[in-house]
């Protein structure tokens, strides 16, 4: 302000004088200059907090209302902060990235919840912390390799990648080698070492093997030369995979856009020389937009078999038909098994955010039981940083715990 002031006492003085006034010419000064850091920050903080009326919990609570929705007994919560540091070229073009993930209760457990959706330890320490990923990259040309604790990706690897349904994702101790010399092709070799296994009260800081001292090695191919096709196909070996030997994993997905519609295909084995009877599943799906709406009609099928469809880091699939009850462990892998699952799905931007309604249907005779399930998702940016997240699901499971459960799930993340 003060500055701001005498220029203009000074500028004033200059008209009103009338006088040869010979200009000053200003100082040159020239900036030093500006040297970017090759830092990168960033973080999340994350509230999370699910009810349903047919909980178990994992800490032995028999309160009579363990089976009311909102009871301390049938609810679980997290409190959870993730930092995360990234150098793309901390030295000789090596690159490095580290995450640091803490959760926590805040406490509720005294008189909210009974348990939590993930812990960083084992057993159930209440407020812990691990380092989730921890990696170094290196490339050179158009090949990229990255070694070390990491997420992989869904699309790229269906039979071990990383959820987001839960507080946080779960990853890998893995090396991952990218190519795409290939035109309009990218071709993918994994390595994964061990992995910590997301699900209901989870034990993320938990890595363990995914095949003995031996990994399971994984190749995947995708191909975009054919305009709006997108072909993607998978191999997994893991030679004792789960006590199984020679474990054999194909999976391929196609994915064409129409214009009107966007078409999917997808399909598959799980093969073992240890079981009596390998998986095979297939899955369709049609999706397309009305005006402000976004609809999908899913289908999926998945034969008698002694493993059924899995993912190892998680509870859900490589399905298209994949829905809230898929993430509820060990229900969601039971049902995939021996079935034929119907999804019909839409969502849109309203009320201020995305509002997203599906039913699915499932028959299901590994388990003997059909399911009805329910989903309705609201998710809207409180903040440009602050997203909240509210669920509600109802499943109807003939002939198990969750015959009529009502599941109630509500999150806050703040991105930082």
Not at 21 to 34: C, G, K, L, S
């Amino acid at each position: 302000m003060k500055k701001t002031l005498l220029l203009s006492i000074v500028a004033s003085t200059m008209i009103m004088a009338g006088g040869d006034i010979a200009p000053v010419e200003p100082a040159v000064v020239t900036p030093a200059p500006v040297v970017e850091s090759n830092w990168k920050f960033s973080g999340q903080g994350v509230v999370y907090y699910q009810t349903d009326d047919a909980y178990v919990s994992s800490r032995g609570v028999t309160s009579p209302q363990d089976d009311s929705l909102f009871s301390q007994g049938a609810s679980a919560a997290n409190a959870g902060l993730q930092l995360s540091a990234t150098n793309a070229d901390l030295i000789a073009g090596i690159g490095f990235g580290a995450e640091l993930t803490g959760l926590g209760t805040l406490g509720l457990e005294n008189d909210v919840v009974s348990d939590v959706m993930q812990t960083a330890g084992n057993p159930f320490p209440l407020n812990a912390a691990y380092f989730s990923e921890l990696y170094l990259t290196y490339g050179i040309a158009n090949t990229s390799l990255k070694v070390g604790r990491q997420e992989l990706p869904k699309a790229l690897s269906p039979f071990a990648y990383s959820e987001d349904w839960n507080v946080f994702s779960n990853t890998f101790d893995a090396a991952l080698l990218v190519n795409t010399d290939l035109p309009d092709t990218v071709l993918v070799g994994a390595w994964v070492r061990s992995l910590n296994v997301n699900g209901m009260h989870a034990q993320m800081a938990d890595f363990g093997k995914a095949n003995s001292a031996e990994g399971v090695f994984m190749l995947t191919a995708q191909n975009k030369s054919i305009p709006d096709l997108t072909l993607t196909g998978s191999y997994y070996f893991g030679n004792e995979y789960a006590a199984a030997e020679n474990l054999n994993i194909l999976w391929a997905d196609a994915q064409y856009n129409a214009g009107f519609a966007n078409i999917a295909l997808q399909g598959g084995a799980v093969m073992c020389d240890a079981l009596v009877d390998d998986t095979t599943a297939f899955g369709a799906m049609i999706s397309g937009k009305f005006d402000i709406v976004n609809a999908h009609v899913a289908y999926a099928h998945v034969n008698d078999s002694d493993l059924g469809m899995f993912q190892v880091g998680g509870s859900t699939s490589a399905l298209y038909t994949d829905t809230a009850l898929d993430q509820v462990s060990p229900v969601g892998t039971a049902l995939r098994n021996n079935m034929d699952k119907f999804v019909i799905a839409a969502n849109a931007d309203v009320l201020g955010g995305n509002l997203t309604g599906a039913y699915a249907y499932t028959d299901g005779t590994a388990i003997d039981t059909t399911v009805n399930e329910f989903d309705l998702v609201y998710a809207t940016h409180i903040t440009s940083n602050l997203v909240g997240v509210l669920a509600y699901v109802y499943a109807d499971v003939d002939n198990t715990p969750y015959e009529g459960v009502n599941l109630i799930r509500a999150v806050a993340k703040y991105n930082f």
